[in-house]
């Protein structure tokens, strides 16, 4: 089984409850993932709550990326950044922020961001910051919040627009210029939550061949406290259906979101694997589970600075 994940809190996570990224009592880490899965390649995401701005903002994610070198330093053996062929049994990390608030409203941090391998940001979380608005907010894309985009398409690091309400989304199409990617979202037609997208919203993202990942959350999933995998193979089913093969991938969310009790940690993607395989083709089980973003990161060079 190969894995390439969209999203994961595990760093932030780990720091709170003071864990390591090799072993501990959350729902990802080396040693399970490594032992579970043949390829593996997983974003992590560095996650700026709504209450830190400016500089505050800056700083958190400095914890968060220093902690994740002196990790990666510690464990190399079984863990280094993504280059672009992946070795088995092994975690390729890719790295990500989660929520534009860690500019502080200075757009000279991107090019800083791209330096030390941020990959993807996500614009906003929930509510609203410099950049726009989040799911829970009504305001849309902010002036700066249209030098971000542009600026990050120069940098190449990826526009995440999970977590964006649909006003601020929609401005989002029409100012980009590259494909964006959802990293972890579901389908609002299974599921009428906020955080999800509308049928038009995966069109948008199918036409710009971007990529969709899957969440794990089952209050994404059914609106439910738990969902079962053949419940997450539903949206899988509803995007295919609307023409998105070549764009689904997994977005799992670990260690951000309380898990289906048939995944309650990494080791339960095999479940997941084994469920996606009684309803689809095996050709587009590993599509989803890894080929896609893999192709995405590639033909986009995402990697290269």
Request: net charge negative.
């Amino acid at each position: 089984m190969d894995i390439f994940d969209l999203h994961s809190d595990t760093v932030v996570t780990c720091i709170e409850k003071n864990q390591t990224l090799f072993q501990n009592m959350l729902q990802l880490d080396l040693q399970r993932g490594i032992e579970q899965i043949d390829t593996w390649i997983q974003t992590f995401a560095f996650w700026i709550d709504d209450q830190y701005r400016g500089e505050i903002a800056w700083q958190q994610f400095l914890i968060y990326y220093q902690f994740f070198k002196q990790q990666m330093e510690q464990h190399s053996i079984r863990l280094s950044l993504f280059q672009d062929t992946p070795s088995r049994h092994h975690c390729h990390a890719v790295l990500a922020v989660e929520g534009g608030a860690v500019l502080g409203g200075n757009l000279s941090r991107i090019a800083v961001l791209k330096q030390m391998g941020i990959s993807f940001i996500t614009l906003t979380w929930n509510g609203e910051n410099e950049i726009g608005g989040g799911a829970f907010s009504q305001a849309g894309l902010h002036d700066f919040g249209k030098q971000v985009i542009h600026k990050m398409e120069q940098c190449n690091i990826v526009v995440d627009v999970s977590h964006l309400n649909e006003k601020t989304f929609y401005d989002v199409e029409k100012i980009a210029k590259k494909s964006y990617i959802a990293t972890h979202s579901n389908a609002k037609g299974v599921c009428a939550h906020p955080r999800n997208l509308s049928d038009e919203q995966i069109r948008c993202i199918i036409d710009r061949k971007g990529l969709i990942g899957i969440n794990f959350y089952p209050e994404f999933v059914t609106g439910e406290k738990d969902c079962t995998c053949d419940d997450i193979c539903r949206h899988i089913e509803h995007i295919l259906v609307l023409g998105g093969e070549d764009v689904l991938a997994l977005g799992s969310d670990f260690d951000g979101a309380r898990m289906p009790s048939e995944i309650t940690d990494i080791k339960g993607l095999a479940n997941l694997y084994d469920s996606m395989l009684k309803y689809f083709h095996k050709e587009i089980v590993e599509k989803i589970c890894y080929q896609n973003a893999v192709r995405f990161i590639r033909e986009h060079k995402i990697l290269q600075s």
